[in-house]
Nanobody, 116 residues
């Protein structure tokens, strides 16, 4: 059984920083893409950032220059460093992976709240 467990969310003031982590466990084939998505109240889930196995990254325009995604392939862990946080970054952040065999898995999410 594949499990994705996110951590690192919380309450922070605008301008502050948080670092999210997502640890993947279980019997899985090679993880090709790891990513972070977010869903604000009343809105659809949207991409925040993704990273491939070889380190190629992709960011939503709204987070470019403020968020940095990284991964530890040996530990099956992906991180999201979030700096200069804004109230509009408030959302539940979800970890997602895509495996070499086409499997797609999601975590249960971690809440980030940015106060103004």
């Amino acid at each position: 059984q594949v499990q994705l467990v996110e951590s690192g969310g919380g309450l922070v003031q605008a301008g502050g920083s948080l670092r999210l982590s997502c640890v993947v466990s279980g019997r899985i084939s090679s993880i090709i893409v790891m990513g972070w998505y977010r869903q604000a109240p009343g809105k659809q889930r949207e991409l925040a950032a993704t990273i491939t196995k070889v380190g190629a990254t992709n960011y939503a325009e709204s987070v470019k220059g403020r968020f940095t995604i990284s991964r530890d392939n040996a530990e099956n862990t992906v991180y999201l460093q979030m700096n200069s946080l804004k109230p509009e970054d408030t959302a539940t952040y979800y970890c997602k992976i895509t495996t070499a065999l086409g499997g797609i898995y999601w975590g249960k999410g971690t809440l980030v709240t940015v106060s103004s």
